[in-house]
C-alpha cells in the first residue's frame, strides 16, 4: 500500500518563499478553473489528458511552465473524481435502502460503477443529491512531476531543485532529513511561511498482527473501547474538551476585537486590530500541534487493537449523527470529534499489518443487551441499564454488539434502520414470550409440587385410621 511521508525545508529563504508562493497562486487560477468547468456531470465522461489535449487545440496559455499546469490539472481531476465516488457510496446506500428487486439493483449498481448514471433519470437525480459541486480553496500548493526535479546531497542533508516561474531558472531547497525524496512531489506552504514537501511511497504489508477476531465501539472519551473491555486512548476526550472550550473562549473575544474593529472611526486603529489581534498564524501553529497529538494518540491506539485482532468488526465510522442534538456545549465538542481520523487509522494500520476491518450495520448496537442481543435495556451517559437491573459499561456493551452483529445473518451492512428496528423488537419479543412461558411452567410445577405435599399427609392419616 502507499503512504504519504512529510519532509519539511530547513530554514527557508523569504525570496524563495515569495517566488514559490506566487508560482502556487497562479496554479491556484488553474485548479479553479478545472473545478468550475468539470467538476459537475459535464466532467464525467472526460478525462484529464482530454481536457488537456482540448486546451492544448485551443491554444490555451498561463503564466507558468507547461508541466506545472499539466500536473496541477491531472491532480485537480483526480480530487474531481474522489469527490464523485465519495457520492457514489452515499447513492449505493439509497438504492439499497428503496430498491427492494435484486434485478434492479444490480443494473443500478452496475450504472453506478460506470458512467452510464448520466443516462439513468433516477440516478442522475440521487447524485444530485449527494454530488455538490465543489469550490477549489487551494492555493498554496504546486505539483512537481517526478522527472521534473533534481536531488543532491549538500552540507549533510538532501535538497531538491524545482523550476520556477522564469525559464530555465530553479529554485533549491533544503530538507530536514538526509534522505531525497521520489516519484511526484507535492510542495505545500503553510500559512506561517514553512514548505512542506510531500510524496507518496510503497510500503510492504507485514504479517505482525494478532489472530482474535474483535469488534471496536468508538467513543468521545476515548479513541476505541474492544469487546474485550479494553480501553485505548482514555486521554482522547480530555484534549479535545480542552480544545473546544480554549477555542470557543478565544474566539468570543476576537469576536469582539472584530466588532470593535469594525465600529471604530479611526483607520489606523481599525488597521492596528486586523494586523495584530486577528491573524490566523499563531492560531493555525496550536491547532496544528493539537491535531498531531491528537493523531498520534489515535493511531497508537489503533496499533493497540491490531496487536491482537487479526478481523477487526466496526462500525462505518464516517457516518454522520443525524438528528441528534445533544446541546450546544456538547455539539460543540462532537463537532471537533476525529471519527475520520479513527476510520483512516483503521484503514491504514490494518492493512500495513495484515489485519483487516470489515465494517457492520451501526444501527441500534447501542441500546442492545449484548447478553441477549434484544432491545430490553437503556443507555444513559457511559452506563447501560438492563432490564433485569444489571448496569454494564455502555462502550464496552456496545462494542461486543459490533462483534455480533458480524455474524448475524438477518442484519447486513446496508439494511435500513428501519427494518432493524423490526428484527430486534421480534427478537425481544420473542426472549419475552420464551421467558413468560418459562415462568408459567416453573409455577405449575411449583402449584403441583405444593398440591402433592398438601394430599401427603391426608393419605398418611387415612392409612394410619384403616391400619387401626
Known amino acids: 500500500m502507499k503512504v504519504t511521508r512529510i519532509l519539511r525545508a530547513k530554514r527557508p529563504n523569504k525570496g524563495k518563499v515569495a517566488a514559490l508562493r506566487e508560482q502556487a497562486r497562479r496554479l491556484g487560477q488553474v485548479r479553479s478553473e478545472v473545478w468550475q468547468r ?63 428487486d435484486k434485478a434492479e439493483q444490480k443494473r443500478l449498481f452496475s450504472a453506478l460503477k460506470r458512467t452510464d448514471w448520466t443516462r439513468d433519470p433516477y440516478l442522475r437525480r440521487v447524485m444530485r443529491k449527494h454530488w455538490v459541486r465543489g469550490h477549489n480553496h487551494t492555493h498554496n500548493q504546486i505539483i512537481v512531476r517526478a522527472d521534473n526535479y533534481t536531488s543532491f546531497h549538500l552540507g549533510g542533508r538532501a535538497w ?31 500559512d506561517d511561511d514553512r514548505i512542506e514537501v510531500h510524496y507518496a511511497i510503497d510500503v510492504k504489508s507485514k504479517q505482525d498482527g494478532g489472530a482474535r477476531t474483535i469488534g471496536v465501539d468508538k467513543g468521545y472519551s476515548e479513541v476505541l473501547v474492544d469487546s474485550d473491555g479494553e480501553y485505548h486512548g482514555q486521554e482522547l476526550g480530555r ?8 477555542l470557543k473562549a478565544k474566539y468570543q473575544r476576537r469576536a469582539k476585537l472584530r ?7 479611526n483607520p489606523r486603529k ?17 491547532m496544528g500541534k493539537t491535531q498531531a497529538r491528537i ?27 443525524a438528528g441528534k442534538s445533544f446541546g450546544k456545549h456538547v455539539n460543540r465538542r462532537l463537532a471537533a ?24 450495520n451501526p444501527a441500534y448496537t447501542s441500546q442492545i443487551d449484548s447478553r441477549t442481543g434484544c432491545l430490553d435495556g437503556q443507555r444513559k451517559g457511559d452506563r447501560f ?28 451492512r446496508f439494511t435500513p434502520f428501519q427494518r432493524v428496528k423490526a428484527i430486534l423488537l421480534e427478537r425481544t419479543e420473542r426472549l419475552r414470550l420464551g421467558l413468560l412461558n418459562q415462568d408459567s411452567s416453573c409455577s405449575s410445577s411449583q402449584s403441583r409440587a405444593l398440591s402433592t405435599e398438601s394430599e401427603s399427609p391426608k393419605n398418611h392419616h387415612e392409612q394410619l385410621c384403616l391400619g387401626f
Open 239 to 246: 484534549i479535545l474538551t480542552e480544545q473546544s472550550d480554549t
Open 38 to 100: 468539470f467538476g459537475s456531470r459535464q466532467g464525467v465522461d472526460l478525462s484529464d489528458r482530454q481536457i488537456r489535449d482540448a486546451w492544448l487545440r485551443e491554444g490555451r496559455t498561463f503564466p507558468v511552465s507547461a508541466n506545472a499546469w499539466k500536473e496541477t490539472l491531472r491532480d485537480a481531476k483526480g480530487d474531481i473524481t474522489a469527490n464523485m465516488e465519495a457520492a457514489k457510496v452515499k447513492v449505493r446506500r439509497c438504492i439499497w435502502r428503496h430498491t427492494q
Open 160 to 190: 531538491i531543485k524545482i523550476p520556477g516561474l522564469v525559464k530555465g531558472t530553479r529554485i533549491a531547497i533544503p530538507l530536514d532529513t538526509t534522505v531525497a525524496p521520489t516519484g511526484t512531489l507535492r510542495i505545500i506552504l503553510t
Open 337 to 360: 470529534w476525529t471519527k475520520g481520523v479513527i476510520a483512516e487509522a483503521l484503514d491504514s494500520v490494518s492493512h500495513r499489518r495484515g489485519s483487516t476491518v470489515v465494517l457492520v
Open 259 to 265: 466588532a470593535r474593529a469594525n465600529n471604530t472611526r
Open 295 to 321: 493523531r498520534d494518540i489515535v493511531f497508537q491506539s489503533v496499533h493497540a487493537v491490531v496487536d491482537k485482532a487479526a478481523m477487526i468488526a466496526a462500525e462505518d465510522l464516517t457516518a454522520p449523527m
Open 385 to 412: 441499564y438492563c432490564s433485569d437491573g444489571v448496569v454494564l459499561q455502555a462502550d464496552q456493551n456496545a462494542a461486543r454488539n459490533v462483534l455480533a452483529r458480524l455474524s448475524d445473518p438477518d442484519i447486513e
Open 270 to 286: 481599525r488597521e492596528h486590530i486586523r494586523r495584530f489581534n486577528l491573524g490566523r498564524k499563531e492560531l493555525n501553529r496550536q
